[in-house]
């Protein structure tokens, strides 16, 4: 299995020790502090923000949304989630990566690999943002192209919905255990 994150179908076996040692079915225990919750709730949050996003462009390829609502609804979600998940990824990189490196020596490859996910995770964003500021531009402009500029948002957020989803949940498998394992060096 490749560990790229466009080839990759689940965190590859050498990063998987610390989800064995606390399985996703464990994590609503009491041990699971509030760090460790925390992010799932961020992770979370970006999970809702995808998911509505790709129901009001579904609504309005299926001709159940007028332009201008999806315009009008997509647009502020998109400016929130660009915003919070890359905001979320440079605290993660910045702060928390390298603590997780000096705790868990063992996982920093496992933590490299993540980082190369915010990497590519960077060029999704910056794809999503561009996408969705020629969508915004083609509405107030009433360009004649708008719809094409809709679609290739809605591909855009096609292409980004499942690398971003893949990335999370790897993610999770790594840090919640890990958090969990070192809850006292990871307090709120």
């Known amino acids: 299995m490749s560990d790229e994150l466009a080839a990759r179908s689940g965190l590859p076996t050498a990063y ?3 989800v064995e040692d606390l399985p996703r079915l464990r994590w609503h225990e009491p041990q699971v502090g509030a760090t460790a919750r925390f992010w799932l709730q961020m992770h979370g949050g970006f999970r809702h923000q995808a998911d509505a996003m790709t129901r009001l462009t579904s609504g309005w390829q299926s001709g159940n949304l007028p332009l201008a609502d999806l315009h009008r609804h997509l647009i502020p979600i998109l400016q929130g989630f660009l915003q919070h998940l890359d905001g979320h990824h440079n605290i993660e990189t910045h702060r928390y990566f390298p603590m997780m490196r000096q705790l868990e020596p063992r996982i920093g490859a496992g933590i490299d690999l ?11 964003l910056e794809d999503l943002f561009r996408s969705g500021l020629a969508f915004h531009q083609a509405v107030i402009g009433r360009a004649p192209d708008t719809p094409d500029a809709a679609a290739r948002m809605a591909e855009t957020l096609d292409r980004a919905t499942p690398l971003l989803a893949r990335h999370l949940e790897d993610e999770e498998d790594i840090v919640v255990p890990l958090i969990t394992r070192h809850a006292d060096r990871f307090q709120v």
């Open 16 to 18: 998987q020790y610390l």
């Open 114 to 124: 993540m980082d190369r996910d915010h990497d590519a995770i960077h060029a999704i």
